[in-house]
């Protein structure tokens, strides 16, 4: 089974569009996280959340909003859609572990976005 | 917030020499390293970590070192080969935190 599931792996779309991207953890984390990798290939935190806050890295445009409707499910949602927003998004997932310390991040597959 | 440097951003090696991947870090509350590594087209995965309260780990040819007083630490991987070729990230996080923060990234390239 999939640890960190995204749908879709590939979205195309026009400037100006409303897309989501899914993101679903089985593995009973209780922090998630939403990472852009642009062309450069730096990963950069867009979101994280767990039951408790979100953290919104204050340079993510608000276009961008993550909605969870349970623990196991981060989604992204991206509204006006925009040239500069083609990348690859990746969701991620971590635990407190033992000893109150913070597990690895676990990835899913990537979402690779272009805006035409 | 933390800011994490990463250094070199490309590096070549031929197969058989060793690899080093060099980080920096800002934040002192930070205390959870770990290494990611990346294929062309996948997932970051993690290859090997290191907490603040250890100097040295070491996972059969790859090693991390960590040196909490001048914040870096370091990857090292040995007996290179040509699947070792791939982008390698670090990370800083805490535990009391909720962000992993990533250097910029080591594209390694192994040569048969």
């Known amino acids: 089974d999939t640890a960190v599931s995204q749908t879709p792996k590939y979205l195309v779309t026009q400037m100006g569009n409303d897309k989501s991207i899914k993101c679903e953890q089985n593995l009973g984390h209780d922090t998630m996280y939403w990472y852009k990798q642009d062309s450069k290939k730096f990963l950069k935190i867009m979101f994280s959340y767990n039951n408790k806050e979100l953290i919104i890295n204050e340079t993510v445009p608000n276009r961008f909003s993550p909605k969870s409707p349970d623990k196991a499910h981060l989604n992204l949602h991206i509204n006006s859609l925009e040239l500069g927003d083609s990348a690859v998004y990746f969701c991620?997932?971590?635990?407190?572990?033992?000893?109150?310390?913070?597990?690895?991040?676990?990835f899913g597959q990537g979402t690779r976005l272009t805006v035409v | 917030g933390e800011n994490v440097e990463q250094h070199p951003s490309t590096l070549s090696v031929q197969e058989g020499d060793s690899a080093v991947i060099k980080c920096t870090y800002s934040d002192s509350a930070s205390n959870y390293f770990p290494w990611y590594k990346q294929e062309l087209g996948k997932r970051p995965q993690l290859i090997i970590d290191i907490r603040s309260n250890v100097g040295e780990k070491k996972d059969q040819r790859i090693a991390v070192t960590l040196n909490k007083t001048a914040k870096h630490f370091s990857l090292h991987i040995t007996e290179t080969q040509p699947e070792d070729s791939a982008v390698y990230f670090c990370a800083a996080a805490q535990n009391t935190g909720n962000q992993f923060y990533f250097g910029t990234g080591t594209s390694l390239t192994v040569i048969p």
């Open positions: 991620a997932s971590s635990q407190e572990i033992t000893g109150r310390r913070i597990s690895e991040a676990f």
